[in-house]
């Protein structure tokens, strides 16, 4: 059975279309346009790689340079020692970006990343078809000619044909053998770069190339051991980076190392190098939802006040026969929280038709004309978001008694 309040509150608003109207396209503006901007700000820098098992425990680590930290700032042979030495992890695993050339007649280009073997197992992962690297294929001796590809890569360029697991892919004038797909969803570790090839390290960089300090920079992803902490992780690397001071590696480089320090953060959103750069236009987007959410919210409070004193003789009415002031002002809480609800609904398309229009505004064009847009959804934190900010709406303006002009004492004089 529908509540009497709620009812009226039906019946009220329907009487009222043009005011109903202007009042939840003002909170839609404001609700949407700010439930758009929590969804880009989470993808951009609090959301996990998608598809990974964990993600909770999954950490990155990066050098500081000049205070803020900087991605391929770590070379392997750095790799190689934290991994030989850290205590704090299940296991560590490298990663770095790269554009391969694949069609060479058409200039066509292709993100690529560079992954250790442990890089999968790191994550989580499991094949979408064929399988991932072979401990053995990051090793010296051996064919490293092999290639992972993303699910999306295998579907526009192989049609999801089972036969291509085995086939060869030219990339930059090397022919690679590929080995297997990558699971449905999984678009690399960091934001805003989708690798459409995996390739492993030894595939790339000769012997030589890995020890040399200069060559071969890459990032460094890792999974915690269970129970153990990013606190905990960040002392042991800081440890370790001083002792990397001391060790062998500095004759290759005696400078590189001296004062150095690592940052060790959960894996979410960009790279580190890419998060001051990208964060400016969130933050003017924000402010910008946040003065319309706010202009809205006024203009919501004005028009309840000006309803409320056209209705002015309506309640007089009520209160002659009856009704408490408390009553009076539950049926207008009712109508407005009524208001804010229909508001959020509208608010969630404007929301939609935003974060399209957001992911556009972010897409990355490749070199073979195909887009790649930033993982940007309206999940279940955007409609609890939108949630939250109609009810604080509805509440918040609506609680508002009307003024002393607006409901007559109804006690006699």
């Known amino acids: 059975m529908v509540n009497p309040d709620l009812r009226l509150a039906m019946r009220t608003l329907r009487q009222s279309p043009t005011f109903t109207f202007i009042a939840v396209l003002s909170l839609a503006l404001g609700i949407g346009a700010s439930t758009s901007v929590y969804a880009l700000t989470f993808a951009l820098f609090f ?5 990974v098992d964990r993600p909770d ?13 900087e991605g391929h700032e770590i070379s392997y042979a750095e790799y190689v020692y934290y991994r030989d030495h850290a205590t704090v992890f299940s296991e560590l695993g490298i990663d770095a970006n790269v554009r391969m050339l694949h069609d060479a007649e058409n200039g066509y280009q292709r993100l690529a990343a560079i992954v250790s073997p442990s890089y999968f197992t790191v994550l989580g992962l499991r094949p979408g078809a064929g ?12 064919d490293h000619q092999v290639v992972v590809l993303s699910h999306d890569f295998w579907q526009r360029r192989f ?19 590929i080995v297997g797909v990558a699971p449905r969803g999984f678009e690399g570790s960091s934001a805003g770069w989708a690798p459409d090839i995996f390739v492993p390290t030894r595939a790339i960089y000769s012997e030589a190339d890995l020890a040399k300090n200069e ?36 004759q290759v480089e005696p400078d590189r190392h001296r004062g150095a320090r690592l940052v060790v953060s959960k894996l979410r959103g960009l790279d580190p190098e890419a998060r001051s750069s990208q964060a400016r236009l969130p933050a003017l987007l924000g402010a910008a939802a946040a003065c319309l959410l706010l202009i809205a919210c006024v203009n919501l409070a004005g028009l309840l006040q000006t309803r409320h004193a056209a209705r002015g003789k309506e309640i007089a009415i009520r209160l002659a026969l009856g009704a408490g002031r408390g009553r009076v002002i539950r049926q207008l809480l009712t ?46 934190r ?23 002009r607006h409901v007559p004492c109804s006690c006699p004089r």
């Open 47 to 51: 959301a996990p790689p998608a598809g």
């Open 57 to 69: 425990s999954l950490v990155r680590i990066c050098r500081l340079v000049n205070g803020r930290p």
């Open 131 to 142: 399988r991932f690297f072979l401990p053995d294929e990051d090793t010296a001796a051996g």
């Open 159 to 177: 049609d999801g044909d089972p036969r291509s697991i085995g086939g060869r892919l030219t990339l930059s004038g090397t022919s690679y053998v």
């Open 215 to 250: 060559d071969a920079r890459v990032d460094i992803i890792g999974r915690l051991q269970p129970g153990r902490m990013l606190a905990e992780a960040q002392a042991e690397m800081t440890v370790l980076a001083l002792r990397l001071e001391q060790a062998e590696l500095e």
């Open 335 to 380: 109508e407005s929280l009524l208001l804010s609800a229909l508001g959020g609904a509208a608010g969630l398309f404007v929301a939609w038709c935003a974060t399209t229009l957001l992911e556009r505004a972010y897409a990355r064009e490749m070199f073979d004309g195909s887009p790649h847009f930033y993982p940007l959804a309206l999940d279940a």
């Open 382 to 404: 955007a409609f609890l978001m939108t949630l939250l900010i109609a009810a604080a709406t509805g509440v918040v303006f609506g609680s508002f008694p009307p003024g002393r």
